[in-house]
C-alpha cells in the first residue's frame, strides 16, 4: 500500500466515543448518562425540530447550495453581509476548508498545546506543519493550560499561513479577553489568516470576552466560527459557520463543496435562531451547573481548570484511566483528555443538576 503523505501517517484518528445505546448493551445497563461531547442537555429547540420535520418532506430536493435564507439570517445578527458568511457541516468543517484553502506542504498553521483536537487534524491532513506554541503553565493564577498568546505570537514566521485561536478553548474551558486577543490580531501579518473559534460564545459571561465579529472591519484577515452544535443542541445536524471579510469568504466558497449543508440543518438551524428562550434557558441551566461541578470537583480535593464553556477539565491527581472505566460502568460516560497533553485529567460536560448528582456520585465511588 503506497504510504499516505506525511502529515496523515502522523495522526490518530479522532476518537469520539461509543453511542450510548451500544454501551448500554454491552455493560448490560440502562439510561446511561452521555456526558462526553460537550452537548446541550435539554435537546434542541421544539421549533427547531418541527423545522426539520417539515424539511424532511423535501428530501428528494438538494438543498440550497447557497444556505440564501440562513446565511441572510446570520448576516442581520451579526450586523455583517450575506456575503461574509460560509456555512458549513458543522464548524469543524468551516475549520478543514480552512485549512484546504491556505495550507499545504511548506506552510504552518500555529496553534497552542492543549488547543482543539480538530486544528493539528485539519493542518496535517494537507501535509502542512502544525506548529504548537506551548501553553501557560498548570499553575497560572487564573488561566491554567490557556493559550499564551506571546508564545504564539513567537511562533509566526513567514510559512506561517493560519493562526488557529480557540475562546474559549475546548477542552480547558480558558478565554482570552478583549484587549489581548485583540492586540495579538493585530500583530499578525496580513498574509496570516487568524481563526477564532468561538464554539462556546453564548456561555461565556465574563464581561471583558469580545464578540470579535465585531472587529472584522479592522482586521481583513480575521475569521470567526461559530456553531449550533452547542447552545442551539444542534450537534447531530452538523451547521456552523464563519464570518469573515467577503474576499475571504469568496476563497472558502470556491473550496466548498457545493451542497454542504444539509436542508434539514438548513430549515432547523434558521428557526433555532427565534427561540431565544432556549438560548437563556440553556445558559441559565449551564451558569448553575459549572457552578455545581466545580465546587463538588474542588471539595472532593480535586484541581479543576476554571472553565468558561459547558464542560469542566479536572485532574484525577492519578491515572485517569480506571476512574473513566469506574464511572462507565455506573453508566456515566465522561472523556479522557490525554491526547491533549492533559495526562491524570478528565472532562466532564456541565449538564441538568440530576445528571451533575449522579455524575458527582459515580466519580466519588470511582475515587474511593
Ligand atoms: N471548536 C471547538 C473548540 C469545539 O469544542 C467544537 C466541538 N467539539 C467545535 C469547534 C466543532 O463543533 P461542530 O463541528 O459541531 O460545529
Not at 237 to 250: E, K, N, Q
Not at 302 to 307: K, Q, Y
Request: aromatic share 6%; hydrophobic share 45%; net charge negative.
Amino acid at each position: 500500500v503506497t504510504l499516505a503523505v506525511a502529515g496523515v501517517q502522523g495522526l490518530s484518528p479522532y476518537q469520539p466515543g461509543k453511542p450510548v445505546a451500544t454501551l448500554e448493551r454491552e455493560l448490560g445497563i440502562t439510561q446511561a448518562v452521555k456526558l462526553a461531547s460537550n452537548e446541550n442537555p435539554l435537546g434542541p429547540s421544539p421549533l427547531a425540530v418541527e423545522a426539520g420535520r417539515a424539511a424532511l418532506a423535501d428530501a428528494h430536493v438538494y438543498p440550497d447550495g447557497n444556505g440564501f435564507e440562513l446565511k441572510a439570517r446570520l448576516a442581520e445578527r451579526h450586523g455583517v453581509t450575506p456575503e461574509q458568511i460560509t456555512l458549513g457541516n458543522g464548524s469543524n468543517e468551516v475549520l478543514e476548508l480552512v485549512a484546504r484553502t491556505w495550507l499545504a506542504p511548506g506552510r504552518a498553521a500555529v496553534f497552542s498545546a492543549h488547543a482543539f483536537a480538530v486544528y493539528p487534524l485539519v493542518t496535517q491532513a494537507v501535509d502542512a506543519e502544525a506548529r504548537v506554541a506551548a501553553a501557560l503553565p498548570a499553575d497560572h493564577p487564573e488561566q491554567p493550560f490557556g493559550h499564551d498568546l506571546d508564545a504564539m505570537q513567537a511562533r509566526v514566521d513567514g510559512d506561517v499561513r493560519v493562526v488557529f485561536v480557540a475562546n474559549p478553548n475546548n477542552p480547558t474551558g480558558t478565554w482570552l479577553d478583549a484587549a489581548a486577543l485583540e492586540a495579538f490580531v493585530a500583530a499578525m501579518p496580513v498574509t496570516t489568516v487568524v481563526v477564532i473559534d468561538e464554539a462556546y460564545f453564548e456561555y461565556v459571561e465574563e464581561a471583558e470576552y469580545p464578540d470579535t465579529t465585531q472587529w472584522l472591519d479592522r482586521y481583513p484577515n480575521l475569521i470567526v466560527t461559530r456553531t449550533f452544535s452547542k447552545i442551539q443542541g444542534l450537534a447531530g445536524l452538523r451547521l456552523g459557520y464563519a464570518v469573515s471579510s467577503p474576499a475571504i469568504a469568496d476563497l472558502l466558497n470556491r473550496v466548498r463543496q457545493p451542497f454542504n449543508v444539509n436542508a434539514i440543518a438548513q430549515a432547523a438551524g434558521l428557526a433555532a435562531l427565534d427561540d431565544h428562550e432556549h438560548v437563556e434557558k440553556s445558559v441559565a441551566i449551564n451558569r448553575e451547573g459549572v457552578r455545581q461541578v466545580s465546587a463538588a470537583l474542588r471539595e472532593l480535593g480535586l484541581r479543576v481548570i476554571p472553565s468558561v464553556g459547558n464542560f469542566v477539565t479536572f485532574d484525577t491527581g492519578r491515572d485517569p484511566g480506571p476512574v473513566y472505566d469506574a464511572m462507565l460502568r455506573d453508566g456515566v460516560i465522561t472523556r479522557p483528555v490525554e491526547n491533549y497533553g492533559l495526562p491524570g485529567h478528565l472532562r466532564v460536560t456541565v449538564s441538568t443538576r440530576a445528571d451533575n448528582d449522579r455524575f458527582l456520585a459515580a466519580l466519588k465511588k470511582a475515587l474511593a
